[in-house]
């Protein structure tokens, strides 16, 4: 994931930028605004974190003049001024998502990531081995044969599905199923119960794997990892 960072605190930027080098980000720094406009607009950045209070010129005045250029990028404004009015404001003038400051880096990644997924296009359908993810009907099949998934199972196998063969971390999962609140582990436990009775005990051999320490993947492979 390449990430520009227009920050004017430049030890803030130094430290985001090691911590999400360690999750895989690629990262450039800007530290005015009209540097940020500038690379932002001869270069491509799958997501944008951007300051608020920054010389020259303002991140809602960044947002707005790249949005007017074309640049298409997620925005995170980063800051911390937390009313709602600028928060408003903000998003008036184009951002993605607002988040105050401080931020812990890991929810910072997280966030970042939910950006970059949204901002993917979107297949129709993906197919990995005899199951397929019809993602505009919110229906999967597998031999043929329609899956019955909760809400939330068919949240979880639709980040699986796209990600797949990869292996998802399970807080991962648990930030895309469950957005705006923490999960309890049982409950966790449940739905992926649930899902995996939907999806794997019909069938020959499971797709739903566990990496133990790692996380979760779907593969089209008659092994169990658990």
């Known amino acids: 994931m390449n990430i520009l960072i227009i920050e004017d605190d430049a030890d803030l930027a130094a430290a985001m930028a090691d911590y999400l080098s360690l999750q895989g980000g690629q990262c ?20 944008i974190i951007l300051d608020l209070m920054l010389p020259q010129i303002d991140g809602f005045a960044v947002c707005e003049q790249l949005r007017r250029q074309g640049v298409v990028a997620p925005v995170l404004m980063l800051t911390a001024c937390d009313t709602p009015a600028e928060q408003l404001q903000g998003f008036q003038a184009g951002i993605d998502d607002y988040v105050i400051k401080p931020c812990p880096m890991p929810l910072l990644w997280a966030r970042l990531q939910a950006l970059h997924r949204r901002a993917q296009p979107q297949k129709p359908a993906l197919s990995i081995g005899a199951l397929t993810v019809y ?3 919110h229906r999967v099949t597998r031999e043929g044969r329609d899956l019955k998934l909760t809400p939330t199972g068919w949240k979880m196998l639709a980040l699986l599905a796209r990600r797949s063969p990869d292996v998802v971390p399970r807080s991962e999962l648990e930030d895309h199923a469950w957005p705006d609140c923490e999960v309890a582990s049982g409950n966790f436990n449940v739905q992926l119960h649930q899902l995996r009775k939907a999806v794997d005990k019909p069938f020959a051999f499971p797709m739903i794997h566990t990496i133990v320490g790692v996380g979760l993947c779907l593969r089209d492979e008659p092994r169990d990892y658990d």
Request: glycine share 8%; charged share 20%.
């Open 28 to 47: 450039d720094f800007a530290f005015h605004g009209a540097a940020g406009v500038a690379m932002a607009c001869e270069s491509r950045f799958d997501v």
């Open 135 to 137: 993602f505009s009907e």
